[in-house]
C-alpha cells in the first residue's frame, strides 16, 4: 500500500531525526573498574555518538589525559589500584591547570553529602549515583560536553578576534596596533635594567617597480614570503611587525649593537637569496641599538634607523647601515 510506504518512510525520517538530536561528538575519558557498571555505561556513551577511552586504572587514565584533548572525564571514585578516583581528579586538576575546563563527572555508589563536597572541593564538576539511569547520564553528560565545546568556541573565537587586531593577514607578523604595546614593555624594561635592545628597519628595494612590473598580487606574494622569512628567523622574544606598506621593523630585546649588525646582515642575505615569486628582491637597512646607560623611546631609535634606511638607500641599496 503506497500510503503506508510513505507514512513508514516519515516515521523512520522522524525517528532518525529524534535520534540524530540526541548525538554528540567528542572524546570521554572514561575510568571504572568494574566490567559490568562498565558495559552499561560504554554502551549508553557510545549510543550518544561518543568516543570513549575506558580504562581500569586511575593511573593509566591519567597518562592518556595528559596525552589527548578529551571534552569530559567520566570516573569511579572507587577503583583498585595504587590511585583512587579521588586521586585521580585531584591530579588531573593539580597537574593540568591548562586543562581546567575539562569537566569532570564522578560516578559512585555511596551517595553521601560530605563526599560529594569533598568531590566538588577536589575540582569535579558534576555527580552520578550508581546504578546509573540512561537518562540521567544522558542529560548530564550532555551538558557538561555542551558548555565545555561551548567555551572552546569562544575561546578559539576569542584568539580569532585578537589576530585579526594583531596580526597583518598579508604578512602574518604582528601590525603597527600590537606594537606600542610591545614596545612600551621591552622598552622601559631596557631603560629600567639598562639592557641592550636593538631596532632594525627593512625597507624592501624598488617594490614600486616589482609592482609595475609584476603585478600587485605578485608584490603581495613578495611579502608575504618575505614576512614568512623573518617569522622564521625571530627568535622568541623578539618582535616583528609590519610597520608600513613594505617597511618592516625588529625590536630585539637583549641584543646589543654588535648582535644586531649580524642579525640585519643575515636578513639583508637572506632576502637577496629568497627569491620569492621568482623575484630578484633586495632590501635596505638600517641598524639600530641603545647605547648603554642612556634612556630611549622607540622614536629615538626609530629616527635613527630611518635615516639609515635612507643612507642605505643612497649607498646603492642592498646594505645594511648602522
Ligand atoms: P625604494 O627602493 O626607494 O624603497 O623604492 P620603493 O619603490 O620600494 O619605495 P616606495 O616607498 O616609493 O614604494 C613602496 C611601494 O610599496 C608603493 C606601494 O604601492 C607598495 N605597496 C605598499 N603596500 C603594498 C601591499 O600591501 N602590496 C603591494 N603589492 N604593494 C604595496
Ligand atoms: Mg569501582
Ligand atoms: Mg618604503
Ligand atoms: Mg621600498
Given at each position: 500500500h503506497p500510503k503506508t510506504d510513505i507514512e513508514e518512510l516519515f516515521n523512520q525520517a522522524a525517528r532518525f531525526v529524534e535520534e540524530d538530536d540526541q548525538r554528540i561528538s567528542g572524546r570521554v575519558l572514561y575510568v571504572e573498574d568494574s566490567t559490568v557498571v562498565a558495559h552499561v555505561m560504554l554502551r549508553i556513551l557510545e549510543r550518544l555518538g561518543l568516543e570513549v577511552d575506558h580504562y581500569t586504572s586511575a593511573s593509566d587514565a591519567f597518562e592518556a589525559f595528559d596525552k589527548h584533548a578529551y571534552d569530559l572525564v567520566v570516573s569511579d571514585i572507587l577503583v583498585e589500584g595504587e590511585m583512587s578516583g579521588m586521586g585521580l581528579v585531584s591530579r588531573i586538576r593539580e597537574k593540568f591547570p591548562d586543562k581546567a575546563r575539562v569537566p569532570i563527572l564522578a560516578v559512585s555508589g555511596m551517595d553521601d553529602i560530605n563526599r560529594r563536597m569533598e568531590l566538588f572541593r577536589l575540582g569535579v564538576n558534576d555527580f552520578i549515583s550508581k546504578p546509573?539511569?540512561?537518562?540521567?547520564?544522558?542529560?548530564?553528560?550532555?551538558?557538561?560536553?555542551?558548555?565545555?565545546?561551548?567555551?572552546?568556541?569562544?575561546?578559539?573565537?576569542r584568539r580569532h578576534l585578537y589576530e585579526l587586531a594583531m596580526i597583518d593577514q598579508l604578512t602574518g607578523l604582528y601590525n603597527r596596533n600590537s606594537l606600542s604595546e610591545f614596545a612600551n614593555k621591552s622598552f622601559s624594561e631596557a631603560n629600567r635594567h639598562d639592557f641592550p635592545l636593538s631596532l632594525i628597519l627593512i625597507d624592501i628595494d624598488h617594490f614600486k617597480q616589482i609592482n609595475d612590473t609584476h603585478g600587485h598580487l605578485t608584490g603581495d606574494e613578495v611579502l608575504a614570503a618575505i614576512g614568512e622569512m623573518l617569522k622564521e628567523k625571530c627568535r622568541n622574544e623578539d618582535f616583528a611587525v609590519r610597520f608600513g606598506g613594505e617597511e618592516l621593523m625588529l625590536i630585539l630585546p637583549h641584543c646589543d649593537s654588535e648582535g644586531a649588525v649580524q642579525r640585519g646582515e643575515e636578513l639583508r642575505e637572506a632576502v637577496e637569496s629568497l627569491?620569492?615569486?621568482?623575484?630578484?628582491?633586495?632590501a635596505s637597512l638600517g641598524v639600530t641599538s641603545r647605547p648603554?646607560?642612556?634612556?630611549?623611546?622607540?622614536?629615538?631609535?626609530?629616527r635613527v634607523a630611518d635615516a639609515a634606511v635612507y643612507k642605505a638607500k643612497e649607498g646603492g641599496r642592498n646594505q645594511v647601515i648602522t
Open positions: 546509573v539511569v540512561e537518562e540521567e547520564v544522558v542529560a548530564r553528560v550532555s551538558n557538561l560536553i555542551s558548555n565545555k565545546q561551548l567555551f572552546d568556541q569562544v575561546r578559539a573565537q627569491e620569492p615569486a621568482g623575484i630578484h628582491v633586495t648603554l646607560g642612556r634612556e630611549v623611546s622607540m622614536e629615538d631609535l626609530f
